[in-house]
């Protein structure tokens, strides 16, 4: 690990995700495994995560738009890699010769599929998206028939080769449900409607992270698999990451830019949310809402310094926050560690989910740019 001095850094350990992938297709022995590497790996790093997955096993790559595709194909990717966000006009003949595997969930996107297919003279492989109940993208099952027909003939053409039938859950990381098993019968339904027209897709999925680790009927073809990837539990009603041989994979740390002694009823940050209580030990962290900090971790936000638990106090500015030392001191340089796996004693992305009335998937998602990722945990194979 390169020890230049940072004032902050995001530490991603390789081999917990590489040993992340391998206890994910453990938990879907019958399926194969997309590991989604959208939203730069879930702000963990794109290219690196998605070598390691594949080292790991993986049989798929998804990511959301076309961008995020072409920069795996780039960097040298050549298996199976998914793309699902489109938008009329979009790169499908560039998807199509780059070997994608695309998406639709209407009409529109279909004709364009197929009329790019038939510009490049290549067939493009589609999969179908059906609106199972999430009321995002996806076909309603009243438009579902005029879709497979369509794709059928297209298909019959050489245009297309529908590849899948596919879906997404609303509520899988909420135990019991009522919409996982009413999902699970539109999709059912949504497939043999699609098979009896004479479709035969190579994978059928709905399955995200929360449904692999907990409703195997959901498995099909192929599970899709994001957060859980990076060590993090979809949901704290599922339980923790380790209850399902999950490790954490990212470690946000940054060095203390000052510290210093103040008088009590010193204002801290702006608006002076917080005021000392008596004379005290200031500790400044430098990191603030231009990393991805919340701002709304303002007093809630918790953070290891000197070795124990602190809150942030008062406002999270752009680049940097106060934590409160009281009697303990420390020095500039110091390791403030934000969240990691928790084996110091250190908050976890759970920890700040919670802290700021959020989900781990946005805590890590955010972290900006502007701190550099440091890779661990390399196994020097070919990959990507």
Known sequence: MDE???????????????ANVRALRAAAPTAELMTVVKSDAYGHGMVPCARAARAAGADWLGVATPEEAFALRAAGDTGRLMCWLWTPGGPWRQAIEADIDVSASGLWALREVVA??????????????????LGRNGCQPADWPALVAEARA???EGAIRVTG?????ACADEPGHPSIAAQLSVFREMIA????????????????SPATLTLPESHFDLVRTGISTYGICPSPELGTSADFGLRPVMTLSAALASVKRVPGGHGVSYGH?????????????????????????????PVLVAGKWRTIAGTVAMDQFVVDLGGDTAAPGDEAVLFGPGDRGEPTVEDWARAVGSISYE????ISARIPRVYVGEDGGTGI
């Open 363 to 366: 805590i890590v998602t955010r």
């Open 273 to 301: 949310r917080y005021v000392t209580p008596g004379e005290t030990t200031l500790a400044l962290v430098p990191v603030g809402y231009g990393d991805g900090i919340p701002r709304h971790a303002s007093g809630t936000g």
């Open 4 to 18: 230049t001095p940072m004032r902050a850094r995001a530490v991603v350990d390789l081999a917990a995700l590489r």
């Open 116 to 133: 790019a297919a038939r510009a490049c003279g290549r067939t493009a492989r589609l999969h179908l998206k059906g609106d199972t109940g």
């Open 193 to 208: 409607h699609a098979e009896q027209a004479g479709l035969r897709p190579e994978v059928r999925h709905i399955a995200n």
């Open 165 to 169: 039938v596919w879906s997404h859950f």
């Open 154 to 156: 297209a298909e019959a």
